[in-house]
């Protein structure tokens, strides 16, 4: 899965068509480089983040979702948590839900379930606003793994197939560089729950404070963490650098031990 972030700290601030542009040729990109799934994003999630009206979001997304879906066939994903927005994106084209709230804003799960795409829900603690406070947890394995299962099954019952609902513990939403590690290296018990499995590392704060590297030059890094979370039975991953991490999945595959 390769990240497309439609937000003005990502593409500089030429207005809409410019960012639209920018983002086809992005989405061109990742697409020659192997992307199977394209995530689209109009709120910027990472930590500390401001949230963005639903208007906002529709107004960054939907021109960008209707232009990919237009000259690709790639399966577009739509990262958000509003129903309001997820309703206008699947209508422009999206055919997946990434909701980092794991649709439990109001109206979520029941629209979700009208659009009939299939869901990604992420774990979370706290908001993107104050998640990094200091977050604690007893056994953050069985926290992550028992609020997965509950959501899994509020789609379930909700009348979602359950291999139409993918589960992400959610790598660096509320969670300190140990909580991370220790859900890497669990991170079998998730896929176990017998969905899909995602996992998002790419680029995020934990390898600043493993190898204390700046974004810039977080990618083999990156790489190595996809590989692991591939080696655990992640099925997507949620990657910034789409070649290199295409080609070390490629090898896994051809060599499987
Ligand atoms: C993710 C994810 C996401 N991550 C899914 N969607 C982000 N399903 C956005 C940091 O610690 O993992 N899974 N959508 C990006 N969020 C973050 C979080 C970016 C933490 C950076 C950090 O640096």
Redesign the pocket.
């Known amino acids: 899965m390769g990240i497309l972030n439609v937000t003005p700290d990502s593409f500089s601030d030429g207005g809409q068509h410019f960012r639209t542009d920018a983002a086809i040729d992005q989405a061109a990109r990742m697409v020659d480089e192997g992307a199977d799934i394209i ?1 689209i ?1 109009g709120e910027s ?3 500390g983040a401001d949230p963005v009206t639903p208007e906002q979001q529709i107004e960054r997304v939907v021109p960008v979702i209707e232009a990919i879906a237009d000259r690709f066939d790639v399966p577009i994903s739509i ?1 958000t948590s509003d129903p309001f927005v997820m309703g206008q994106a699947v209508n422009a084209g999206a055919g997946l839900i ?1 909701d ?1 709230r794991a649709l439990t804003e109001p109206g979520a799960l029941e629209t979700a379930v009208k659009l009939r795409v299939p869901v ?1 829900v ?1 774990h979370m603690k706290g908001t993107p606003e104050t998640m990094q406070n200091e977050p604690r947890y007893d056994d953050v394995v069985a926290e992550v793994a028992e609020f997965l299962m509950q959501r899994q099954q509020a789609c379930i019952d909700a009348g979602m197939a359950r291999e139409r609902i993918v589960v ?1 513990p ?4 509320g969670k300190s560089t140990e909580h991370n590690l220790q859900l890497l290296e669990h991170l079998d018990r998730f896929a176990g729950l017998g969905s899909p499995l ?4 790419s ?4 390898i600043s404070v493993l190898l204390g590297l700046p974004v810039d030059q977080r990618m083999h890094a990156s790489v190595a963490l996809a590989m692991l979370a591939v080696q655990r039975g992640a099925s997507i991953v ?1 990657v910034h650098d789409v070649r290199p991490t295409h080609d070390a999945i490629r090898m896994i595959e051809s060599v499987r031990i």
């Open positions: 995530d994003g999630t990472r930590p990262d990434n980092i990604c992420m992400d959610g790598f660096g939403f995602l996992a998002g590392l680029r995020k704060g934990m949620r």
